[in-house]
């Protein structure tokens, strides 16, 4: 498990963790999402001990992650921008992981060339963004890791290797029971895959729950007819007579304090992870505008 405890990090005068708590449970596999300078990006520097924290403290199975190497080798990452020897092969690059990660498993990276089916002697430099990222992955995954700490993982990968790089995880979190968190703007994806998400806006954790419970508790309504006091409804809009609403809630509370008016219509509807994350970050705030050039 993982858990980072009122962690607060401060670059000169700009606050980019205030006060951040959140926790990522064993095996499970963890969405972490937000607006662009959200903090995602400082709060995984964090978690890879990258980054000392001003104060609170960064926490793997119980123990410190920062300045501890017997944590660190548990825990596999793959940042946003890949980065490798600027002369180095493949092969080169599984010497030098397998110098540092103990458990490495050089009969998996034998096997995983048959997945990835990378050239063995090119350098990386010349590869493709993409085959970049392949290779990240197929090096990674042979550390074993107890953890794995992923930025933007299948950016760059056309729609069969994104695929094949979420079977490869969750199989990992399948057998292996490998604790998975996972940085990403494309929210539809992490919809498939993901037990827990955390919201983070401004530095801090806005709402961090199960995926189930999230969308649980956010309903879009819509109605033909009065809208009823005591609803905590996040966001309005009407189309004619037809008015939908996103309301916080129980489901069955909402629906039965709605009929209790007569409308003339009602259906209340799912909310996908995406219309969550527009909707608890403030609504109409952070809907698309329209500027007339």
């Known amino acids: 498990m993982l858990e980072l405890k009122n962690i607060t990090k401060t670059f000169g005068t700009f606050k980019a963790l205030d006060d951040l708590t959140m926790t990522v449970p064993k095996g499970a596999v963890y969405g972490l999402v937000g607006p662009n300078g959200a903090g995602k990006s400082t709060a995984i ?75 063995k002697k090119m350098p990386l430099r010349r590869f493709s963004k993409g085959m970049q990222k392949q290779a990240a992955f197929h090096l990674c995954i042979c550390t074993k890791p107890d953890m794995l700490v992923l930025d933007e993982p299948v950016d760059g990968l056309d729609p069969v290797m994104r695929r094949q790089v979420w079977s490869l995880l969750l199989s990992e979190v399948a057998q292996r029971e ?29 709402l961090e729950r199960s ?10 309504l819509q109605l033909v007819g009065e809208v009823p006091d005591g609803l905590e409804v996040l966001h309005e809009s009407s189309s004619g007579r037809l008015r939908t609403l996103v309301v916080r809630g129980n489901a069955r509370q909402i629906e039965e304090t ?36």
């Open 45 to 119: 520097r964090h978690m890879l001990g990258v980054y000392r924290p001003d104060s609170g403290s960064v926490l793997f199975d119980g123990q410190t992650v920062y300045e501890n190497p017997g944590a660190k080798v548990r825990v596999g990452s793959i940042p946003d921008e890949i980065f490798f020897f600027p002369s180095a092969t493949l092969e080169d690059m599984r010497r030098y992981y397998a110098g540092i990660y103990p458990q490495f498993d050089n009969a998996l990276f034998d096997k995983l060339y048959e997945v990835f089916q990378l050239p």
């Open 178 to 206: 490998t604790t998975v968190l996972i940085s990403s703007h494309n929210l539809r994806e992490l919809e498939d895959i993901c037990d827990y998400v955390g919201i983070m806006d401004h530095g801090k954790m806005l």
């Open 211 to 220: 995926l189930a419970d999230m969308q649980g508790a956010t309903h879009k």
């Open 258 to 293: 709605v009929k209790a008016t007569e409308p003339a219509y009602l259906d209340v509807l799912p909310l996908s992870l995406e219309e969550i994350f527009i909707y608890e970050l403030g609504g109409v705030n952070y809907e698309v505008k329209n500027i007339v050039l």
